[in-house]
């Protein structure tokens, strides 16, 4: 039997009935117990798809919480199997303790902002995370949304206010980009590396105009679409 197969199975049984039907009846509590192994993320995966493709159901994201870290990295690592990539997502802790003035991983941040994002523009995404990660402050949504911004053809760009934004929002600049958190700006071309994105984009201008958007190589510095 497929993995799908196995889903299928887990949304066919009488215990699984049982947790969409108390979901459609609005009971805010119920316990599935004695899942063990992959049945833990096969259930998770079945509520994920019963949310997404049935019209009766509220829309929202499904946060997994979990009580350790390495229990968050394993399930989420066993739930790729079942939900696309799109809409899965780990939230890490910041591993920082409060009283310490380190910068934080970048690795971390990057997929704490991605959680982030697909909480905004994401209908269902399901967010691993441990308890701890819950328990730290969060970024107020408002702070959020002012760190954002889009750039796209019809944008007239001020180099000198997007090159302050940048640096206020914690991008360094450099001459030349190749890790995320770097920018550059020479004459009318801007690379960015966003933390968002697998690979940094080069936008080039005609006078304040964006003339082309381009993702490229950070190694080779060649455009690649």
Do not use: C, W
Not at 19 to 47: D, H, M, N
């Amino acid at each position: 039997m497929g993995l799908q197969g196995l889903l299928q199975t887990v949304m066919r049984s009488r215990d699984f009935a049982g947790l969409r039907a108390g979901l459609r009846r609005g009971i805010p509590e119920q316990a599935a117990i004695g899942l063990v192994g992959s049945q833990k993320a096969s259930f998770i995966a079945g509520l994920y798809q019963d949310i997404k493709h049935n019209s009766d159901l509220k829309k929202g994201p499904l946060l997994v919480i979990t009580y350790t870290a390495y229990r968050a990295e394993r399930l989420y690592t066993d739930l790729t199997t079942f939900v696309p990539k799109q809409d899965l997502f780990f939230f890490p802790p910041q591993e920082v303790f409060v009283y310490e003035e380190v910068i934080g991983n970048v690795d971390i941040l990057r997929e704490r902002l991605l959680s982030y994002k697909a909480l905004v523009e994401r209908n269902t995404p399901i967010l691993v995370m441990p308890i701890q990660a819950l328990a730290e402050e969060l970024i107020p949504p408002d702070v959020f949304f002012s760190a954002s911004f889009t750039i796209d053809t019809e944008t007239r760009v001020n180099l000198e206010s997007l090159a302050t934004q940048l640096v206020v929002m914690g991008y360094q600049r450099v001459d030349m980009v190749e890790s995320p958190t770097h920018f550059s700006i020479r004459g009318g071309i801007v690379d960015i590396y966003p933390l968002t994105e697998e690979n940094p984009v080069r936008i080039e201008l005609f006078d304040d105009e964006v003339d082309s958007i381009r993702q490229f190589d950070p190694k080779t510095q060649r455009s690649t679409k």
